[in-house]
Nanobody, 124 residues
């Protein structure tokens, strides 16, 4: 069993920045990758970014590319999401997730464990 806990959400004005963090604990943690997804009210959960646990491979949704940066700290079992130039349309609950085996990372169904989510609200 893996427990994921997100932190760092909040309210920010458009153009501002926030940094989300996700800490993993539980069984010996050796995932294939970790990802961030988000879900706005009335919308489906959507992919934001993902990072392989080894190597330097990352992937971003087109809507956040150039504004968001995903990073990891293997020693601390944490993954971060630096969000800059935030827009009102970035408002959503952001979820951290992990997949233990190699699978396409843009699909939420391919992730094994999820955090509880953290609210990000961007005011105009």
């Amino acid at each position: 069993q893996v427990l994921l806990v997100e932190s760092g959400g909040g309210l920010v004005q458009a153009g501002g920045s926030l940094r989300l963090s996700c800490a993993a604990s539980g069984r010996t943690f050796s995932p294939y990758a970790m990802g961030w997804f988000r879900q706005a009210p009335g919308k489906e959960r959507e992919f934001v970014a993902a990072i392989r646990w080894s190597g330097f491979s990352t992937d971003y949704a087109d809507s956040v590319k150039g504004r968001f940066t995903i990073s990891r700290n293997n020693a601390r079992n944490t993954v971060g999401l630096q969000m800059n130039s935030l827009k009102p349309e970035d408002t959503a609950v952001y979820y951290c997730a992990t997949t233990l085996i190699a699978r396409p990372l843009r699909f939420s169904r391919n992730y094994d464990y999820w955090g509880q989510g953290t609210q990000v609200t961007v005011s105009s």
